[in-house]
T-cell receptor
Framework: DGGITQSPKYLFRKEGQNVTLSCEQN?????MYWYRQDPGQGLRLIYY???????QKGDIAEGYSVSREKKESFPLTVTSAQKNPTAFYLC????????????FGSGTRLTVV | AQSVTQLGSHVSVSEGALVLLRCNYS??????LFWYVQYPNQGLQLLLK??????LVKGINGFEAEFKKSETSFHLTKPSAHMSDAAEYFC????????????FGKGTLLTVNP
């Protein structure tokens, strides 16, 4: 079945360390997105990419970095510059049409210890 | 620019009661509208969407929503709540056309009491 795989499901990081969250899709969708979710704040867009080798900052990009070397993959790195990284991170895709909406992965919960 | 306002961050209903989750939007062009549901520690799942055509849209799990342009609303309803409906619900909007980036509301947590 086609879908989005986010790994790992749970991730623990020590302060000052970088960590990379994986997002892989086999839907053949062009656009991919990373969201951060905190209680009561909804979904906030970190980065998005509409084609390979191109990506744009979202609303809260500081302290994060991404790459899009393959259509199927859009990894997110949470750097030590991100002051409050503990959150639930969601990856989503879109096939390139407005009436489709997004397909979401199951998320990664990152905790800084 | 688009925006979405979900009235009520937390709604509590009794099992069997009507569910009404409110969503108002602002958009400079006719919008495409979506409702998503999220269960704890999971991703979001599409419940229903309005793009064009009939303004009353039916979705999964017995939910429906009506697009009211004059009220800029897209409220989500279900006639009879079930315990399994307890989740967080998100309304989202996109202007359509070549711009398909969604803007989400802050979500409404639905609690269903036995």
């Amino acid at each position: 079945d086609g879908g989005i795989t986010q790994s790992p499901k749970y991730l623990f990081r020590k302060e000052g360390q970088n960590v990379t969250l994986s997002c892989e899709q086999n839907l053949n969708h062009d656009a991919m997105y990373w969201y951060r979710q905190d209680p009561g704040q909804g979904l906030r867009l970190i980065y998005y990419s509409q084609i390979v080798n191109d990506f744009q900052k979202g609303d809260i990009a500081e302290g994060y970095s991404v790459s899009r070397e393959k259509k199927e993959s859009f990894p997110l790195t949470v750097t030590s510059a991100q002051k409050n990284p503990t959150a639930f991170y969601l990856c989503a895709t879109n096939q390139g049409t407005a009436n489709y909406g997004y397909t979401f992965g199951s998320g990664t919960r990152l905790t800084v210890v | 620019a688009q925006s979405v306002t979900q009235l009520g961050s937390h709604v509590s209903v009794s099992e069997g009661a009507l569910v009404l989750l409110r969503c108002n939007y602002s958009s400079s062009v006719p919008p495409y509208l979506f409702w998503y549901v999220q269960y704890p520690n999971q991703g979001l799942q599409l419940l229903l969407k309005y793009t064009t055509g009939a303004t009353l849209v039916k979705g999964i799990n017995g939910f429906e929503a009506e697009f009211k342009k004059s009220e800029t609303s897209f409220h989500l309803t279900k006639p009879s709540a079930h315990m399994s409906d307890a989740a967080e619900y998100f309304c989202a909007v996109t202007p359509g056309g070549s711009n398909y980036k969604l803007t989400f509301g802050k979500g409404t947590l639905l609690t269903v009491n036995p």
